[in-house]
């Protein structure tokens, strides 16, 4: 402006110059204005390069409810002391949890499911003969799996695209159907990580299964030093992983009085006393402001990734598959080499007994315990609870009492029950 000024008083012939020019081009009818190209139509995507994206959007879509959901499962059973102040940590923590708390989850894992089903229709029609054998269709097989499994695992029921509710049998057997596609097209690709992130799915899905050979044929397939993650980032919210938003920004859950607090040492479970070392933390107690913030540090970071697939889960499953079958030297054997893949000494059994027997050195406590410090804030935890009637189940607690009896899985959302005729919900929901 301060250009135009001097210009102007300098000049008047040519301020009249400028303003003939501007009125011409108003006069002419000449728009300057920009147009909204409108939505991207969807025909536009149907392509190789947007087959990529495709597959990018299944792997967001379930990372997006795989931290949310393991969190929720971590202070719902004994992962975490549930020690902050939301209503939802309040409920967790007696082992509660209503329809209606259930809705976030409930429509983030049917959007996973949904994506990774949905999306392969459309890869298939999109490559054409070149779906077959292609990589983009061994991920999209994965997450097709891995979104069934954790259904499967968190829910006692599901229910596919408006239908009737069914038992989470079913759909663990849907998740088989898809991990062996995986396993086809992956071997197909040549991609070695795919088949065998698809093998360990096969476990994981036939121990819910209770098919035990099964699960102990996948599991042999995969290195005990194999890991397949969840991806996360720090580039944006929905990106991130909410362990480091409410274990490290908020102190809403802590290890206090867990297992994982008392394995001090065990790398498997990394954590921060607050109260020792405040310096390292923004306070020493947690956000309901009583309870001593021991924080996580597995994943201490917005971009931290979580494990889907371990090889040493796979080393686990074949120790109970052997105390099923009353062979206590194997399921040591496997127990140990995976302590020790951690760096970890030897531990011994006295016998095979029962889950939470008087002898705490049994075979199945030891069990119990090497796959919770293995799997911790895996989202792992809430199905062993309830595949084993575990003893926690039973007014269990670690800060705060819990009730009799604990919830072992989420129940289906209110809102599935509201735009669905075909489900009813529990209410009162009665685990």
């Not at 135009?4 to 020019?21: C, D, E, H, P, Q």
């Not at 006069?27 to 991207?40: A, M, Q, Y």
């Not at 050195?361 to 410090?373: F, G, K, N, T, V």
């Not at 989420?410 to 669905?420: K, R």
Request: aromatic share 10%; glycine share 8%; proline share 3%.
């Amino acid at each position: 402006m301060k250009l135009l000024n001097r210009f102007a008083k300098s000049n008047k012939t040519g301020v009249v110059l400028i303003l003939f020019v501007v009125t011409s081009l108003l006069v002419s009818g000449c728009d300057f204005g920009v147009t909204n190209p409108g939505r991207i139509q969807e025909k536009d995507l149907n392509t190789v390069k947007g087959m990529e994206t495709l597959v990018t959007g299944m792997s967001a879509d379930f990372s997006y409810i795989y931290d949310d959901l393991g969190f929720t499962g971590a202070r719902l059973s004994d992962e975490l002391a549930a020690s902050g102040s939301y209503y939802l940590t309040s409920q967790l923590r007696q082992g509660k949890i209503d329809p209606e708390d259930s809705n976030f989850y409930w429509e983030g894992v049917q959007q996973a499911r949904f994506v990774a089903e949905n999306g392969l229709e459309r890869l298939q029609k999109v490559l054409g003969d070149n779906f077959e054998g292609n990589p983009l269709t061994a991920r999209a097989y994965l997450f097709a799996g891995f979104s069934n499994r954790i259904i499967a695992e968190n829910f006692n029921r599901d229910v596919i695209d408006g239908g009737e509710a069914q038992p989470s049998s079913t759909t663990f057997q849907r998740a088989v159907g898809h991990f062996e596609d995986a396993l086809q097209q992956s071997q197909a690709a040549g991609e070695d990580d795919f088949e065998t992130a698809a093998y360990g799915g096969l476990a994981q899905v036939y121990v819910g299964l209770g098919n035990w050979p099964e699960a102990v044929q996948n599991a042999s397939e995969v290195p005990t030093d194999f890991v397949y993650e969840a991806q996360y980032s720090n580039n944006s919210g929905r990106e991130s992983n909410e362990y480091r938003n409410e274990t490290h920004n908020r102190y809403e859950a802590s290890a206090f009085n867990t297992l994982a607090a008392s394995r001090n040492g065990d790398p498997r479970v990394p954590i921060t006393d607050c109260s020792a070392t405040p310096q390292d933390c923004t306070a020493e107690v947690s956000a309901d402001g009583v309870t001593i913030m021991l924080r996580q540090e597995k994943l201490p970071e917005l971009g931290s990734d979580m494990a889907v697939v371990r090889g040493t889960e796979m080393r686990l499953i074949e120790a109970e598959a052997a105390l099923r079958d009353d062979d206590l030297q194997t399921a040591m054997d496997k127990i140990n080499e995976v302590r020790n893949y951690y760096g970890l000494q030897d531990t011994s059994a006295s016998e095979i007994g029962e889950l939470g027997g008087a002898d705490r050195s049994d075979a199945w406590d030891i069990l119990d315990q090497e796959r919770y410090l293995t799997l911790w804030l895996e989202g792992r935890r809430l199905h062993d609870l309830r595949r084993w009637n575990h003893y926690f189940l039973d007014g269990g607690s670690i800060v705060y009492p819990g009730v009799t009896r604990r919830a072992s899985y989420l129940p289906i959302s209110t809102s599935e029950c509201d735009a669905n005729d075909n489900v009813q919900c529990e209410i009162p929901y009665t685990p």
